[in-house]
């Protein structure tokens, strides 16, 4: 057993890290740059890694560059796109600019033309209409045109491993964006005085970013192991793990980023601070592919 | 001990459903509409004699047992018209602190709602460490000049009046130096900026700059310098549920989410938050019928207001889990309930009050 990444599979996750770092948003206001935006969607679409399945990469490989992704909170479609590369590669279809759909409106659809979703074994695609509402600041969902066309079929097993994919997917952006919002709210303790110290010389405030950070590592564990499940075991097996790293890491999201409001004080619950961009990401990728916890199965059936 | 109501609890009970019957649906319960009509409602209850039940007679209250506060706030929530407006603490700390001549001039107004208000207390340097507020107030003639930025005022924009907290002498220690002043928020001198809540909604809260804005001498509340001894009462007050007026807000959004998922199993989520919501009810009970012997309220609000917290924010949880993040009115009472943990002092602070003055913990 040696379950640490390879050289390669750091090198991708540092790739990843820095293109989010340079071009995603660092502020709020960031969000409406066009500009930047444009170039974020240029830069990502150079790397091909929209296409990391079509390429050979493994469930572990989608995960970290997901979850860089999630961190820098990038704002132009990368886990719909992958998903649905993951999908076309295995029915053998070439319909361009794909991401998924789930229920009645295509996610992660800025810019995109198709949206993919596996109902039973058989892949549909829907044209892409315009914007829909959502809770997500970083990531559109849209509203879909009528008539839905049938591409493919899949086998059962290769059906049920996307599924676990898709599930993985999602964990790896929480992990992601629950770091970045550890992070920002790290930094903001570091330098706001409150009573001539840093807030985060208080153990009230050190303590709730301590145990941020344990979650955190808690997450990435389960993470890692889904991640890895989704190639490597059976496809119950695999779903099995990835239904345990979607709840720890849904929860855990949550309470990092419910923390980095508290932390920012008032300056957290106002739409000028990341913070809430990160909790929205959290909580929508939390509902994409929900899991409850009756579905855990806990060894005793 | 009694938790049902007394006859005459029980009639204007009934007068107040048969009132607030003809009234249901007619006012916006959330979001930006909400604020906006907010003084309406207000002036609303207060003529038909359903607001400033506890509050001095003289002053446009009714002198009631403040056990009726309960009762309002209940029907309220029951006929699920907005709540009740919440300014008790403001009440509190021009009545408890004010002179006479002040009182009479300025509570008829805060309590009929002709007149709006808002507490300019927080700087963006002084939040949980308010006694290092930087807002200056100096005499220049029979007025004092303000000069400061103030920040997190909630209603500022629609108010006709802030109660400030100002430095009035920068040589004392710095609790000893702060006065208080009743400020028109109609003069030159005043800027505001509106801030945005995480949730989308603008009419929350704001930014108010003081540049040279006037006050007369005589709306000093109290005497100089007790501007930090008013600034505790204020506070002491708005961390109590009982005068904001939450508890039944929460009880009503628990049967509002109940009813939704109606056919299939409540989330766990939901049964803790009922579990949550009626602990409240109850402690709210307990705490105002304690006030009937006049106990003073002290650290103990500190824990009134983590109750409070707890029971929000577990509803909160519990809008999420049953309308996602897909209902907006839903994701925004989850996002609104994060702000209970920072608004009148934040939890941290709480505990740290509670540790300190009330286990006799630490300092
Ligand atoms: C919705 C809303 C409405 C408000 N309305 C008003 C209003 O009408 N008028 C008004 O004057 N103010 C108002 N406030 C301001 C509120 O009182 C302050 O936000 C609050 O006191 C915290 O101050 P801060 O935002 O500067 O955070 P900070 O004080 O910077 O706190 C940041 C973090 O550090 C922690 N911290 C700070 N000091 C300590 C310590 N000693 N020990 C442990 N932890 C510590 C805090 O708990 C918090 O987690 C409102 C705030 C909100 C969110």
Redesign the interface.
Known sequence: MDVRLTAEQRQLRDAAARLASDLGPGSVLDLDDRHRIARLEKAVEATGWRNLRSDGASGVEVALVVEEFGRGLVDVPFLGPVLADDLRRQVGSTVPAATIAVGSSARDAHGMRHALTLDGDRVLSTEVGPRA????LTRHNAALRDASEPIGTLPPELAERWRVLALVATCADLVGTARGAHTLARDHAKIRE???RT?GS?Q??AHLLAEGLALIEGSVSVLRHAAWAVDELTPAEALRAARIAKLYCARAARTVC?TA??VH??I??????L??VH??RA??ST?LFPVR?EEIDCGLS | MDFRDSPEEAAFRDRLRDWLAERAGTFPTSGDEYWARQGEWHRALHAAGFFGLSWPERYGGHELPPVYDVILDEELARAGTPPRPSLGYLVQGLGRHGGEELCRRFLPGMIDGTERWCQGFSEPGAGSDLASLTTTATRDGDAYVVQGHKIWTSYSDVADWCLLLARTDPDVPRHKGISAFVVSMHQPGIEQRPLKMMSGVTKEFGQVLFDGARVPADQMVGAPGEGWALAMTVVGHEREPATLGFSARYGKLVRQLAARTKGSAPPPELAWAAVEAEMLRLHVRRRLSEQLDGVSHGPEGSLDKLLMTWAEQAVGHAALAVGGTEDPELLNAYLYSRAQSVMGGTSQIQKNIIASRILGLGD
């Open positions: 509402p959502g809770a997500d409150q009573y001539g807030i208080y009230a405030v419910e409001v508290q004080g008032g957290g619950n106002t739409w000028e601070c913070a809430h909790l929205r909580l929508v509902e916890l």
